[in-house]
């Protein structure tokens, strides 16, 4: 089961550019390996910020011709191209119906994937917020409660509950509390469901809120919830 507080599925990565960089995928795969280039190249252009792990940076890359790869299992059709000021073509962007890159195509790498998990016997449910996680006698999540218009849904999970909604962009109180670097300032990425979720849903339940400090400045919003 997929809930989808908005109407539209996706969230910023459904109005982004759709740009996913990778070595080793099975558009570049070669016998050379530019593992550490790409990372070294990602490390450079981000100047080095004191909170961009070079390690981390360097396992992304390792592991982003497999992802791309499962995606592609998944009806993702990318083209390879350059991108975000590459010097090799490491950016794989959604075919855009004659074989060239989709300038702004987020949308279709979500599209893929949602009408691979409705073939997959999954269910979404738009305009159907979680509004609280359900905790057993140890704490463990097993569950939500989720709420339509009309309907209050218990929703007990077999395999775990995954939150995929933690951008904060459009919630000023957590701005102040997990990114006062960013306070005030514009961000480009938010989109209308930012306002902070998972964090709203996790913490009571006990979680660990882990941030930088920053907003991301870029279509997409990573924070950590552990």
Request: with cysteine; hydrophobic share 40%; glycine share 14%.
């Amino acid at each position: 089961i997929l809930l989808e507080k908005l109407a539209i599925i996706g969230g910023s990565t459904n109005a982004s550019g759709g740009a996913i960089m990778g070595v080793d995928s099975p558009l570049n795969a070669d016998d050379v390996d530019d593992t550490k280039d790409w990372a070294d190249f990602i490390y450079e252009r981000d100047e080095k910020h004191e909170n961009v792990s070079y390690d981390k940076i360097l396992y992304v890359a390792r592991v982003s011709g497999e992802n791309i790869q499962w995606l592609m299992g998944y009806g993702y059709d990318p083209v390879l191209g350059y991108g975000g000021n590459s010097p090799v073509m490491w950016s794989h962007r959604p075919n855009d119906g004659t074989g060239n890159q989709l300038a702004h195509g987020g949308w279709k790498v979500i599209n893929a994937l949602n009408d691979a998990f409705i073939a997959g016997g999954g269910r979404l449910m738009t305009e159907t917020p979680a509004t609280e996680l359900l905790l057993d006698e140890n704490g463990a999540v097993v569950g939500v409660l989720a709420e339509s218009a009309d309907t209050v849904y218990t929703i007990h999970a077999k395999g775990g509950v995954i939150l995929a909604c933690g951008g904060f962009d459009n919630n000023a109180e957590m701005i102040e509390a997990y990114a006062p670097e960013s306070a005030g300032l514009f961000n480009i990425g938010a989109n209308a469901g930012d306002d902070g979720d998972a964090i709203s849903l996790a913490e009571p339940a006990g979680a660990e809120i882990i941030s930088t400090g920053y907003l991301m400045p870029a279509w997409t919003t990573l924070h950590m919830c552990e």
